[in-house]
């Protein structure tokens, strides 16, 4: 398909626009939660700063506060070291840090 396109008589088109120094900020739904972003360009068109706050960022103080409050409980209980190992990986799963860390 690539190779088709490349061969084709298709032109290249850029849309004229002028840089100028500007700032800008977004939200937007993810699977995970909600994912901001902002960004700084200066006057040459380039990005100066960004910063991007990621769902795993926003839910960590609560994942830690739980993993705080529950390993006590199940060491109280008689649990072994590796059963609360698992108990605590499950606990952060359940708040899907991210895909690869919820898939296994």
Known sequence: ???DLLDSDLSWFMAPYQAKACAGVGAIEAP???LYHSYE???EGVIVR???VIP???NHANIHHDLQALVP?????GMGEQDI???AQMLVRAYD???SCSVH
Not at 73 to 77: G, M
């Open 1 to 3: 398909m690539i190779a």
């Open 32 to 34: 995970r939660g909600i």
């Open 41 to 43: 360009i200066n006057e």
């Open 50 to 52: 960004s910063d991007c």
């Open 56 to 58: 795993t960022g926003q």
């Open 73 to 77: 409980v199940l060491a109280a209980d």
């Open 85 to 87: 190992s698992k108990r």
């Open 97 to 99: 840090p991210c895909i």
